[in-house]
């Protein structure tokens, strides 16, 4: 296909899109599916007609973009300009009690890429994007863990694999994380246990990670509340947190009694996790557990397990697996809510897939969910998709 083509088909997409937005804005701005089109849309049409000189280019400034951004947001910038109106970079250097020159300098790509606006003498003022970027909102949290846990580890890679050699990292130790940590003896948790303050901010930014990624996707939870299962318990939501996915759950399938649907994860995070659960999610069992270990629930009709299986490489996804698979039933089912790697994955996915790989985890394409699940003694019945992102709940059982 010419590039000429490829561009009327482009064309084609974004008329389709527009007309769909013209029709009815509230549900299009709304959905974050539509969004996710519109945007790879307009990427591939960047794709079609930047050089390769351009594709560089944009490597280059977004490494200064996403330091200016981490930057700003350690010095609480986005935090001290007024939410409605423009504010001068004198002032706002002087409010911060930051060199002006350092403030003008670092907001200058802010503004070229649309992050902030700014209008000649009256300095700068927010946009729709730089409102994430404030202390109580989770994106915040995920730049900082993107620049100090990502990038950071990323720096590293050539050297890791220079002392370690070209293969894949499989096991909790000697990641590409703690290598850059200074440790890898240590586990990617031992690291982050050792500040308290990476913790909370790791795991405040899974809060937007999971906004990003359906829970329930296309899957039918109902069938578990059948009369002929009234002894069983229904749902178990395996290192569930605080529950967020088992709520989710709750909210599209109506009836499904809480009381017979379980949490799990690690003691200190079940206990944490029970205190503050609201209802109907306080009526849930609250389990201590460990996905290393034996799972402690047996013969459930669901086992859910979401976004834990892309942290770890392949032999320790399989004891996991395995755990899980010797307390289900004949007719219970594992559903596994991961990404899965297209032929063609998108930009995210792809770059998601190499973060992953310096802690230890990577995301699997399904011929590779097909081999972990097998040699776990499990065999996938459907995969039920969940849009256009590359989330997928995929439906397991005993082999």
Not at 139 to 147: Q, T
Not at 202 to 218: D, E, K, N, Y
Not at 371 to 384: F, P, Q, R, S, Y
């Amino acid at each position: 296909m010419t590039t000429a083509d490829r561009l009327n088909s482009l064309a084609q997409q974004l008329a389709e899109l527009s007309a769909e937005l013209r029709g009815n804005p509230d549900h299009f701005i709304a959905c974050n599916d539509e969004l996710t089109s519109l945007a790879q849309a307009s990427a591939k049409i960047l794709e079609s007609i930047q050089s390769p000189s351009m594709y560089i280019n944009s490597m280059i400034t977004q490494m200064a973009h996403f330091t200016s951004l981490r930057l700003f947001i350690e010095w609480g910038v986005f935090d001290a300009i007024p939410r409605h109106d423009f504010i001068s970079l004198e002032n706002l250097a002087e409010k911060l009690n930051v060199d002006v020159q350092l403030i003008t300098r670092f907001s200058r790509i802010l503004v070229a890429q649309g992050a902030l606006k700014q209008d000649g003498t009256k300095g700068v003022a927010h946009t729709t994007t730089s409102m994430m970027f404030i202390r109580e909102s989770p994106m915040n949290s995920l730049i900082r863990m993107g620049y100090d846990m990502h990038l950071k580890s990323c720096s590293y890679i050539v050297s890791f694999f220079e002392k370690y050699g070209a293969k894949e990292p499989q096991g909790r130790l000697e990641t590409v994380f703690a290598f850059a940590c200074g440790d890898p003896n240590l586990t990617v948790w031992e690291h982050l246990n050792r500040n308290p303050e990476t913790m909370k901010n790791f795991m405040f930014s899974m809060v937007a990670m999971s906004q990003r990624l359906s829970i329930t996707g296309s899957y039918d939870f109902s069938w578990v509340l059948s009369p002929k299962y009234k002894e069983r318990t229904l749902i178990v939501d395996v290192g569930g947190g605080k529950g967020h996915a088992l709520q989710a759950i709750y909210d599209v399938t109506p009836g499904l009694p809480m009381d017979r649907c379980v949490v799990q994860d690690l003691d200190v995070v079940v206990t944490e996790s029970k205190q503050v659960a609201e209802d109907p999610l306080s009526q849930a069992q609250f389990v201590a557990s460990d996905i290393h270990q034996a799972q402690p629930t047996k013969g459930a009709l669901i086992y859910y397990i979401r976004r834990c299986l892309h942290d770890y490489g392949d032999p320790d996804c399989v004891e996991i697996l395995q755990h899980i698979q010797q307390s289900m039933a004949d007719d219970s089912r594992l559903i596994i809510a991961e990404q899965i790697l297209s032929d063609q994955p998108s930009l995210m996915a792809s770059a998601t897939d190499i973060y992953m790989l310096t802690l230890g985890g990577k995301e699997r394409t399904l011929d590779g969910f097909r081999a972990i699940t097998a040699d776990a003694g499990l065999e996938i019945l459907e995969v039920h998709g969940s849009g256009s992102n590359d989330l997928a709940l995929i439906e397991c059982r005993k082999s």
